[in-house]
């Protein structure tokens, strides 16, 4: 494509995102549609060059970066959950199972889950007979998946993820589930929760993590409406039908940030962890760090602890990072799954197994 004609794609796509009430929905939806389309071609172009390797640097013991190739993002990907399944599933009985998202060069209608297995926690494939990504884009190429999340019991393993789709009038944004018990074949998706809005308020149900305590399911999941970011708490006795939705309270954050992505896992029968992936306020694009915070209330309130983990030392994550996901391997240690945006906007997945404020 000749950069006129790209250009001329790129002001209709601004326009269409930033001032939607100017121009006909159909005229919006085609300029956004020939975006995504022109991105894809010239995300094609650039790894087929090989450029989506992170730069070779040292890391410390314990850090490395992982390849994930093998996915549909050519590499990159953001906003992992990673599970450890002590007796193993499917087909190799892995015992080490992770969705995230690819965003090559950061676009967001290729942000749809893919789903990983191991045996290890650091070398990953795809589950024989798997595809990639596991969730479709949407075919009228403006719509998204993102935002995945994992629960395992009773020998099946659920996968959760957030779906946006452009209506007449605004948008949709509901959270689905879908369940496993070979890492291959999976159920048609359920409606978890859902929200309409206007398209430019869009920041609502993202990043869900379920925990199941007491015979009760309970969702944590970020909510963005009015530009005021809170984790917000739900419960379910059957992970359906969420009551009693309410924002928890945080203690201990940096002054001037606010939550932007989170996991909740079981620590113990008393204790809570979460990840908490934090940005400056009014700053939703880069700089982004990821603190600790417990629980001893069933996740109402929270306590920040010890040091965060801040962009910029390395060169996989100079410019921001993004979610994290804990999880406690066959030793007993945990370790920390997380992506980092380096200087050219790539999207890394890195594990950090030593070192954790835990």
Not at 320 to 337: C, I, M, N, P, Q
Request: aromatic share 12%; charged share 25%.
């Amino acid at each position: 494509m000749n950069k006129f004609k790209r250009e001329a794609i790129r002001i209709g796509m601004r326009a269409a995102v930033r001032f939607p009430a100017l121009l006909p929905r159909a005229l919006a939806k085609y300029f956004k549609k020939l975006w995504n389309k022109n991105q894809l071609e010239n995300a094609r172009v650039l790894y087929a060059a090989g450029n989506f390797s992170p730069r070779k640097e040292e890391l410390p013991h314990g850090m490395r970066i992982l390849d994930l190739s093998c996915t549909s993002g050519f590499g990159e990907s953001v906003h992992p959950c990673a599970r450890y399944i002590p007796e193993g599933i499917g087909e190799g009985r892995w015992r080490y199972v992770m969705t995230l998202t690819p965003l090559p060069q950061g676009i967001e209608y290729f942000e749809n889950p893919e789903f990983l297995v191991s045996a290890d926690g650091e070398e990953w494939r795809l589950p024989r007979g798997g595809k990639s990504p596991l969730i479709p884009a949407p075919s009228d190429w403006v719509g998204y998946n993102s935002d995945p999340a994992l629960h395992c019991e009773g020998g099946k393993i659920y996968l959760i993820y957030r779906r946006s789709e452009y209506m007449r009038s605004g948008a949709s944004v509901r959270l689905l589930v879908t369940e496993t018990e070979d890492c291959v074949n999976w159920s048609a998706p359920s409606v978890m929760m859902e929200e309409f809005h206007g398209e430019r308020e869009l920041a609502v149900l993202m990043s869900p993590s379920v925990v199941r305590r007491g015979g009760e399911y309970f969702l944590w999941y970020v909510d963005g409406a009015g530009g005021v970011f809170s984790i917000m708490r739900a419960r379910s006795g059957d992970m359906l039908g969420w009551r009693e939705a309410s924002a928890a309270e945080i203690s201990g954050l940096p002054e001037g940030v606010e939550p932007w992505h989170a996991e909740v896992i079981e620590k113990d029968e008393s204790e809570l962890l979460m990840t908490l992936c934090y940005q400056r306020a009014g700053n939703y694009k880069s700089d982004r760090g990821i603190a600790f915070a417990s629980s001893r209330d069933g996740g109402v309130s929270w306590r920040v602890f010890g040091d965060a983990i801040e962009p910029g030392k390395y060169n996989f994550c100079k410019k921001s990072l993004y979610k994290g996901s804990l999880l406690k391997d066959e030793r007993g240690a945990f370790r920390l799954y997380f992506s980092g945006q380096d200087e050219e906007n790539h999207w890394f997945t890195a594990l950090k197994s030593s070192g954790l404020p835990l």
